[in-house]
């Protein structure tokens, strides 16, 4: 059983109700969701938009491998309608983004997947809500 940390923001449509969705379908695709941080309304991180991200954090329990979960979440964002991932460090708008932040105490450094997630100690929006569910 890992134990899997998930970061999830959202900057299109109803930002809520994404977060919520994603949420549930992270329940009912890799696992137990045993903790949720608040919601928290940020400014978009490393780009311009006038649309600002909800963002929250999900402990959630799970039998799936590592690689396993990186595969589940991406086909969740691709289920609720996220077309596009960031090339050469470029941002932009999204319906919704999961990103692995932990596995347990598991380091993996593989070219598409990397955790802990590199960026996630400069990120307020991370590890604020992260901090409430560790």
Request: aromatic share 8%.
């Amino acid at each position: 059983m890992y134990k899997v940390y998930l970061g999830l923001g959202t900057n299109l449509g109803n930002r809520k109700h994404n977060i919520r969705e994603a949420i549930d379908k992270i329940g009912e695709q890799i696992g137990v969701v045993k903790r949720q941080s608040a919601l928290y309304e940020t400014e978009p991180w490393g780009y311009s938009s006038p649309n600002y991200y909800i963002n929250a954090c999900v402990l959630v329990l799970t039998e799936m491998a590592p690689r396993q979960v990186l595969e589940a979440t991406q086909k969740i964002e691709r289920e609720m309608g996220r077309t596009m991932k960031s090339v050469d460090g470029e941002y932009f708008d999204r319906i919704i983004d999961i990103d692995i932040l932990l596995i347990d105490d598991l380091k993996i450094d593989e070219p598409d997947f990397k955790v802990p997630h590199p960026l996630m100690e400069e990120r307020d929006f991370v590890m604020k809500p992260l901090k409430e569910i560790l």
